[in-house]
């Protein structure tokens, strides 16, 4: 089975699963009669698809109960709980998050092609610390840090460069946390996140307050 991950972090939960299957599998594995209805028209790619009813499937380990809806901004809750939910893919990764506080999560797989578009969302001084280091995963952990607490936010017009400050840090190859600080408008606020590399992807997650509170 390609659930690689579900994990208790305190009030929140993390699930991780790897796409093998096409889509007529991952349809048996989702308990919706409706499911083949459901499917939004605009995915019409196979792998697009698929990764999406991954999604769902993922959600039912961890959430057998509920579905997904959206409120005006695009942003994803739970339907009976009604807890905040984020998730993102890369390849055949799927990651999500759940959380009764806004969170947010961002997995990416690794490649070079990073360091030819970080200067699309880092701060001069993020670019000038993640290249001094002798680890290009920092790049993808700032990327994937910013996506993360973009998610928390939730509305567009939010600018990873302009709008995101992650505060300095030192990577470490096991993992670890940071600061990042969102100011958008009217609206300012500050997770802690942490970070994991896992063999091809890289990942990022917010925690939740009283976690940080105990921690601090």
């Not at 509920?66 to 893919?89: C, Q």
């Not at 030819?116 to 001094?132: H, Q, T, V, Y």
């Not at 567009?156 to 995101?164: E, R, T, Y």
Request: glycine share 6%.
């Amino acid at each position: 089975m390609p659930l690689l991950l579900h994990k208790h972090l305190g009030i929140q939960q993390l699930g991780i699963w790897e796409t093998k299957e096409p889509e007529s599998e991952l349809l048996e594995q989702w308990p919706d009669i409706e499911a083949g209805k459901i499917i939004p028209d605009t995915l019409t790619h196979p792998h697009r698809r698929a990764q999406w009813l991954a999604s769902r499937v993922l959600l039912h380990h961890i959430h057998p109960n509920e579905k997904v809806i959206y409120d005006a901004h695009g942003k994803p809750w739970l339907s009976v709980t009604g807890r905040h939910i984020s998730f993102s893919h890369t390849g055949n990764f799927i990651a999500l998050l759940s959380s009764p506080e806004a969170c947010g999560v961002d997995i990416e797989m690794i490649s070079p092609k990073i360091e030819r578009i970080a200067r699309k969302f880092l701060k001069p001084a993020e670019l000038d610390a993640a290249l001094a280091g002798v680890n290009p995963e920092t790049l993808y952990v700032y990327w994937c840090a910013k996506e993360a607490l973009y998610k928390v936010h939730g509305q567009k017009g939010v600018s990873l460069k302009d709008n995101i400050t992650v505060s300095p840090f030192t990577y470490l190859e096991n993992g670890g946390t940071l600061t990042a600080v969102l100011s958008h408008e009217n609206i300012t606020f500050e997770k802690t996140i942490r970070y994991i590399r896992h063999n091809t992807y890289m990942m990022a997650y917010t925690m939740p307050a009283a976690e940080c509170d105990t921690n601090s």
